[in-house]
């Protein structure tokens, strides 16, 4: 088995392609494929290719490309060839290459390693509803309406006259298929298990299989990383390679695990995200239909480096401890070899607490760029210093970045609600008038700030026998409403002498006649 990320060797040229099909929203499975071939395209000095896979014109959904490119550049994959993205060996969208397929098919057909086949749909319905296991293949081929079983010039008397055809390919019966996966090690295909493959149909549109190999070969594709679920489709591709005479520079495979669900058995679908309310997707799509409209991670507030760190450790593992890693150091540890074979649980829990990582590794400066719009769609417009002080206090207690607002939301307005059996255990009315000594000592503090608070703090405490305990979470409760939350004095000094002194003083009132 070789793996080129493994080789001391000058790699050749390492050229890899992420080629989804923009037939709906892209999976996060298909942004750990995209990275996958990244991360091995950046370790080589190599290529990253964006190709749009849309001959399937039925599936078809707008803006599902725009949403591919948008999704790798939020990630930080930005394609080094691909549509829009320039390259010398496109178009790189697939609807843009139909004479090259055809040009293809049709020699496939001179050779005799393809033929046309003219059997109606309802023809092969029939065949079968009289065989369930019916196969287009060497069983039966010699027996249906194509160019093996008509004459020459029956054939070009069917095209002539604009009867429906397909262009198939001739599987040969009784050969074993070995493919040397880089993943799964030696993976064999029987062809008698194989069907003859439509290529290209009378519209001109390829299939998946034709339009695929031809590329990778014209774009020199090295490798062909991608989803599991393709392994089967490779034994035809050999085929392919074989008849168009390409086996010389057929890419190496390597066919990556599948993503499971976060609980129980099977492969994460669409449906776990609505279901568990979280995301599976790259980015947000709103669509027409309610079930296709779906949150990303950017927008559950996840930071693109930690989606990526987590998508990276989601099948490949570097062999030693290490868990948080940048784009750079990814692409210098990565190894297909280390990619395993047994698919990967989606542990959400994980991606948080890897956002978390990353969002207390984030600047201030660069938080509170973040934190703004959250904050101004509840109406807010703090200063920018005020906000970086906010985002310094509270990034050690937030995982997604709506919990800026949501657990530090009273930094911005008042308090909404007091924990009021927390208090109860700490408040006791005949101390109010000890508060209120409190208060004003605050209220003279010249320097408003977390040191002369606490100092102040400490010494009224000292004076008056009373421990932290006795003083502190009412404190808390009466700034923040919960016990959670940044320390006392910090809260304090952000809030300013005025509001804070104010907001004690009013929350000390209520819990007065609250309990
Ligand atoms: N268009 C296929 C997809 O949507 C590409 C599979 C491949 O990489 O060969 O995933």
Redesign the pocket.
Known sequence: MTDPSNTTAPAKNIRVRF???PTGVLHIGGIRTALYNYLLAKQQGGTFILRI?DTDQGRYVPGAEAYIAEALQWCGMIPDEGPGFGGEYGPYRQSERKDIYRRYALEMIEKGVAYYAFDTPEALDAQRQADPNFKYGAAVRMSLSNGLTLSKAAVDEKIAAGEPWVIRLKVEENETIHIQDLIRGEVNFQTSELDDKVLLKSDGMPT?HLA?IVDDHLMKITH?I??EE?LPSTAHHVLLYRALNWEATMPQFAHLPLIMKPVGSGKLSKRDGAKLGIPVFPLSWKSDRPEDTVVGFREYGFLPDAVVNFLALLGWSPGTEQEIFSMAELSSAFSIEKISKSGARFDFDKAKWFNQQYIMATSDETLATMVRPIVEAHGHHPETAFLEAFCGLMKERVTVLPEFWENGYYFFEEVRNHDLSGIAKKWKKEQRPVFDQLLKVFSEIPTFDAENLKAATDEFMAQNELKPGDVLPALRIALAGTMKGPAVFDMMALLGKTAAVARLQHAFDHFDQAI
């Open positions: 080629a989804p099909s896979e998946y695929n062909v991608r989803g393709w």
